[in-house]
Structure formats: C-alpha cells, structure tokens
C-alpha cells in the first residue's frame, strides 16, 4: 500500500505510513486493554504456553463480541455483562468437557486395568527400600509379607 515514501503536508512532516498507521492502530490498542481486564494468563517460562494462554484470551473475546452482536437485548441493564458471559463460558466449557469424557470412555476402548498401588512397608527399616501391595488389617498401611 505504501511503496512510494511520501511525506505529510503537517508541520511535523511525518511519512504518510506512519499516519496510516496512527489512524488504524486504535483496534488494538482497544482489544489490548479489553483482553487484560479478564485474562487466563499466567506466569510461565514457556513461550508456547505463553501464546495459548493469549489465544484462549483473544478467542473468548471474539465470541463474546460475536455473542453481543447476535442477541442485543442480552443482560442490557448489567455492566458486568462481559464477565457474565465469561463466567458462563466457562461453566460450558467444562460441562463439554466431561460430556466428551464419559463419551469417550463409553465407547469400544479397552479401559486401562486399575495397577495394585504399592508402597514401603512401615515397619521395615529403611535401608530395604523394598515395595508391597499387601495391607495391615488393623492400620490400613502397607506392609511386607514378614508381618
């Protein structure tokens, strides 16, 4: 759009790209401010992580503006109206979720086997770091097959 580098007629003489810019950036700007009142970000030293935590923001935004647009009479008088559809958000997010789960594990899959837990026994030192399954009837605690 801007090959040419033409300059402005103002005093400040400022290239006609960086005018164009100044006019169109404010979306952002607005879209910024609007995903750091409700955001799912969290301090982390990965950078993936990093950029899903801004893309769940950014989508959950867009669908509340996609959601305002499409029922105008919603929650009119609130103006919390935005961290009500968020709230709701969530609540549907998970129900799916779990609907997925138990559809999921309904189907034709093996499901896995439950593995015995094992762990030390209580009364054995601690040098025979060995592990067992059976319990103490009157404890409840693990304990080896000398007991």
Partial sequence: MHDSGQISETEKKKPQMIIDY???KSGVDIM???????????????WPVTVFYNM???????AYLIWCHLTKDWRIKKGYKRR????QLRKELVVT???TEK??????????????KRDRC???PRNLDRKYSKR????????????
């Fill in 103 to 116: 559809a999921s594990t309904s189907q034709s899959y093996p499901q896995e086997t439950q593995k015995l």
């Fill in 56 to 62: 769940i923001d950014i989508s959950a935004l867009n």
């Fill in 32 to 46: 910024d401010k609007l995903v750091r009142k409700y955001t799912v970000k969290r301090q982390t030293r990965r």
């Fill in 97 to 99: 979720g779990r609907s």
């Fill in 22 to 24: 100044d006019k169109t």
């Fill in 136 to 147: 103490c009837q009157n404890y409840n605690r693990f304990v080896c097959n000398v007991y």
């Fill in 84 to 87: 009500e559809f968020l709230m």
């Fill in 122 to 124: 209580w009364k054995c």
